[in-house]
């Protein structure tokens, strides 16, 4: 039997991790790592498993130090970390595997620290660890000979983690995803055929989330829709859980643009409760579409704006990523993106620089022509040296446009433009009224209503500057005064939480308060 710990390390400020806001909610951090939960619940029962996750609470070295195994996970933006938690798990004399995307595509890069690597999903190869490991037989490096057939993964052990400190749930319904992309990772670690669960594994999950007392949750998959065909009964067998037990959960995921070529798809998102979802659009530039294999994103069917209006108009909010400096993008760009965003009416965009992950078709391309930055930590925020502008033009048109885009006025000319549209509503509120005005739903909206004043009540009394508290109280009751359903003024409240945090990164990034922070 083995003392098995597992460790999830805390992330670099950014802007999906929503540092700035998560004191305003009283959560620590914003959502947990579908992994140690699933590896808790992939671990033979003879053996024992602690979870740590430093971004809700400090690691206990000395208990990493008495574990027979001790496993660490992360990604790109988390190596840094890594590195430092296991010098000091080598210091104590721990059994250190590592494992998660960073490893996966930088396999060299815990050389000397670690004692066993694992490549990609490890459904299969974990299990297989632990039992070798038992017999002193364990090698280095495990890596799958085949993708996980996603209806054998078990529910993730989500009562091992302290659920009461994030902000959010988060579940997986399926990975992989169907297209190309140059600078994706995802189709190098899950595939391009997309797999999904079957729909008593859903509701299984659904019931395992339901009992930590989460009630907004994150749909990880990378693309929710990347088999239509497949997710369409899924979302079905979840509108019926939904009723059973009368709407719990809210859910937000990501996306293909696609989504808004599919009135059916749109509709059983919004009913199952979907009330946001996140896509990759990354730029206006078609040229730049075309060339990073976004093919996606230039199909026929309206213009990308047209398409992501039609997603709003079902019911569903969005946001989305944005990329700055492909090679056919010059300094226009910028101004570029900011227009498109505006119009777009998407409040909150996790825009970036273009950045080169290892074992990505863009990194190969890009190392060939010698246009990579190899240092671990670039200067310029990024490991790409772009075609049509210097490494300072870049850099500096990021800051701008992230500066720009949260500005009060800018972001809240989004806000408004989405929230202020006659007959705006979101999820299943907007996809069937026949649940309003039963006893649950009056119950469930006067929480909203509660919550709703002391999200505001903690925003206007905590943020430091003054003139952004003058502007969340105008805002505020200036939407207030709409009378809308409190479910829509909570979440008005939290774009502007939101607000604050992308605010305060922007303007601390263009000060040289902090360093660059890509969000790509």
Known sequence: MADIVLINPRFEVSYWGMEQALPFVGKRANLPVACLPLLAALTPGEH????????????????????????????????????????????????????????????????????????????????????????????????????????????PRFDMLKMRHYAFGSLQFSRGCPFQCEFCDIIVTFGRRPRIKTERQVLNELDAIRVTGQDLVFIVDDNLIGNKKAIKPVLGAVIEWQKKHHYPLTFFTEASIDLADDEELMALMAEANFISVFIGIESPNEESLRETKKFQNVRQGGTLLEKVHRIQDSGMAVWCGMIMGFDSDDTT???????????????????????????????????????????????????????????????????????????????????????????????????????????????????????????????????????????YRRRFWRYARR????????????????????????HDMANEKMAIVNSF
């Not at 004399?93 to 490890?122: N, S």
């Not at 078709?361 to 246009?371: F, S, T």
């Open 333 to 471: 760009i910028f101004d570029r993106q900011i227009e498109f965003i505006q119009k777009a009416r998407i409040p909150f965009s996790m825009s970036g620089m273009l950045t080169a992950i290892p074992k990505t078709p863009l990194y190969d391309r890009l190392e060939a022509e010698g246009r990579l930055d190899t240092s671990d930590q670039p200067e310029w925020g990024t490991n790409v040296i772009p075609a049509q502008m210097s490494r300072e033009e870049l850099r500096a048109g990021f800051v701008r446009v992230m500066t720009e885009l949260y500005e009060p006025d800018g972001y809240f000319q989004r806000a408004e433009a989405l929230f202020f549209r006659k007959g705006f509503d979101i999820g299943m509120p907007f996809a069937s009224r026949r649940w309003m005005a039963t006893p649950r739903w009056i119950v469930h909206e006067a929480a909203c209503l509660v919550q709703s004043f002391g999200l505001y009540a903690r925003l206007v009394r905590d943020v430091p500057e003054a003139h952004l508290r003058s502007e």
């Open 483 to 506: 009378m809308p359903r409190p479910g829509l003024l909570l979440f008005y409240v939290f774009h502007l939480a939101m607000h604050y945090h992308a605010h305060s990164m922007a």
């Open 48 to 155: 024992t498993v602690t979870l740590m996750d430093e971004n809700v609470e400090a690691i206990d070295f000395d208990r990493c130090a008495r574990a027979d195994i001790v496993g660490i996970t992360g990604m790109s933006v988390q190596r840094f970390r890594m590195k430092e938690i296991m010098t000091e798990l080598k210091a104590r004399g721990c059994f250190i595997v590592v494992g998660g995307p960073y490893v996966t595509v930088k396999e060299d890069y815990f050389e000397g620290l670690a004692d066993v690597i694992f490549i990609g999903e490890a459904e299969q190869t974990w299990p297989e660890f632990l039992n070798e490991w038992r017999q002193g037989l364990h090698r280095y490096r495990y890596e799958q000979a085949e993708k996980t057939d996603m209806s054998t993964v078990p529910t």
